[in-house]
């Protein structure tokens, strides 16, 4: 996500699981991880968990 980031508008990036290939429970801890990095803002952290692809897909 370090890599992702120094690379790509925080705006563009979006965290999905391919599920059913992915786990739920590994993808949690992933995001879990990433919040508690404070490599991201809060802010941030939902755009990349929610927000940006509600925006992307103009659900808002």
């Not at 120094?6 to 786990?23: E, I, L």
């Not at 990095?37 to 992307?56: D, P, Q, W, Y």
């Amino acid at each position: 996500m370090r890599m992702v980031l120094a690379v790509t508008d925080v705006k563009r990036v979006m965290y999905a699981v391919h599920y059913p290939f992915g786990s739920n429970s590994e993808s949690k801890a992933f995001m879990e991880e990433l919040r508690a990095s404070k490599l991201v803002s809060e802010r941030e952290f939902k755009g990349i968990a929610n927000g940006n692809a509600k925006t992307l897909l103009r659900l808002k």
